[in-house]
T-cell receptor, first 112, second 112 residues
């Protein structure tokens, strides 16, 4: 089955700096890669996603890149703000009605 | 903006008791999921539900678990005889397209 590895497990950045979180997946059939932000005591919130027919997608300060050959994808947050502090999870999905497979999460702390 | 809702937010129960966790998915979504997250760990898939039947289930989803869509809006997860290791956050998710899955705020289940 699919396995998703996520690094780093914790990340601290100064406000205004960029943050990058990386994930690798094992199943080459996976074709959808969402990123979720989870704040304390809340459910995962979908913030951006990318499908396998696209190499990069951007939404304001957030971007995701995908390298299908290497089977890895990354989340990039620019101009970080204290409210970006949260746990970020990457996930992968195979075609069909299949479950999301999550990485272990990255705790991002943005220091003001 | 439509959102997934879950009740209760926190459930405390004694070992061996039955619990029912309730979810109201986003209306017009067709795919429904339950995930769980043990404190500090990654989100794990339990079961997916489509067209009034289970599509897929994980090894966690044993005979003690069941799901039901009793009417057009609710989606429930029942644990028949809770164990200490069932203590976790339980998240319901729904999707209209199989891809984007939207999560509820979760129910914290504490088994004593």
């Amino acid at each position: 089955g699919e396995n998703v590895e996520q690094h780093p497990s914790t990340l601290s950045v100064q406000e205004g700096d960029s943050a990058v979180i990386k994930c690798t997946y094992s199943d080459s059939a996976s074709n959808y890669f969402p990123w979720y932000k989870q704040e304390l005591g809340k459910g995962p919130q979908l913030i951006i996603d990318i499908r396998s027919n696209v190499g990069e997608k951007k939404d304001q300060r957030i971007a995701v890149t995908l390298n299908k050959t290497a089977k890895h994808f990354s989340l990039h947050i620019t101009e970080t703000q204290p409210e970006d502090s949260a746990v970020y999870f990457c996930a992968a999905l195979r075609p069909g009605n299949t479950p999301l497979v999550f990485g272990k999460g990255t705790r991002l702390s943005v220091i003001a | 903006e439509p959102e997934v809702t879950q009740t209760p937010s926190h459930q405390v129960t004694q070992m061996g008791q039955e619990v029912i966790l309730r979810c109201v998915p986003i209306s017009n979504h067709l795919y429904f999921y339950w995930y769980r997250q043990i404190l500090g760990q990654k989100v794990e898939f339990l079961v997916s539900f489509y067209n009034n039947e289970i599509s897929e289930k994980s090894e966690i989803f044993d005979d003690q678990f069941s799901v039901e869509r009793p009417d057009g809006s609710n989606f429930t997860l029942k644990i028949r005889s809770t164990k200490l290791e069932d203590s976790a956050m339980y998240f319901c998710a729904s999707s209209g397209t199989v891809y984007e899955q939207y999560f509820g705020p979760g129910t914290r289940l504490t088994v004593t």
